[in-house]
């Protein structure tokens, strides 16, 4: 079930958000000032968050437009600011949704329904490509590019670079990657998977000027940490 993330401080509204929500079977994490839903926000990814804004250590806009840099996650606003200009100023932010306190909590739910139904359509279809960083991977034609351009792989190069973006944050053994990219039992070359990797980080430091697989010794290669960090 999906994951909501409530941002709120005042302990009432949140206890009854929490129980109402709960009891709708989603999964719910809770976040009582800017700082702290910020820290969360970094640290895990959630399916979608009800923020207010009067917050302490960060207020609601603040916390919005970092987020908004880093995510499309949905955000439905929740605020007793019940003017125009209030709802327009958030939403141009990237709010996806505006609620004004007190709320009927029917409405509310309605809300996030809308919103969860549509994030689900619009990850069906972006589930075609993997993106980290600017290097996308199509899954469709086993192409990749970066900012628009393509870089030119061969079909088990392509098979180890789809490897390493879907999972980005594990380390594969060098038997892991012959599997992938050769589909046959690993009979210890280490010499063409050396060759392999080598030849997709060059094709990658031409095209980006950054190195972006990661030796670990004794081990096997991954995506380096840096490309996934927030």
Do not use: C
Not at 69 to 90: F, H, N, R, Y
């Amino acid at each position: 079930m999906a994951e909501i993330l409530i941002v709120e401080d005042n302990p009432d509204i949140h206890s009854m958000l929490t129980e109402s929500l709960t009891k709708q079977s989603y999964q719910v994490s809770s976040a009582y000032s800017g700082t702290e839903a910020k820290m969360m926000l970094e640290m895990n990814k959630y399916d979608l968050i009800l923020l207010d804004l009067m917050l302490p250590g960060m207020s609601g806009e603040e916390l919005l437009q970092h987020f908004r840099q880093k995510t499309l996650t949905p955000v439905i606003v929740m605020s007793a600011k019940g003017s125009i200009e209030s709802k327009v100023d958030v939403l141009e932010m990237g709010a996806n949704d505006y609620v004004v306190k007190p709320f009927d909590l029917r409405e509310l739910t309605a809300r996030i329904q809308v919103q969860l139904n549509q994030q689900h359509g619009e990850t069906r279809e972006e589930s075609q490509t993997l993106d980290i960083q600017g290097l996308v991977f199509d899954l469709d034609n086993k192409s990749l590019s970066y900012q628009d351009e393509e870089i030119n792989l061969t079909r088990k190069e392509a098979k180890i670079i789809e490897l390493f973006l879907k999972h980005p944050k594990k380390i594969f053994t060098k038997e892991e990657i012959y599997q992938q990219a050769w589909d046959d039992y690993y009979m210890g070359d280490d010499k063409t998977i050396n060759v392999h990797v080598s030849n997709i980080r060059k094709k990658l430091l031409d095209q980006t000027g950054e190195e972006w697989i990661e030796t670990v010794w004794g081990v096997g290669f991954r995506l380096d940490p840096k490309k996934i960090e927030d």
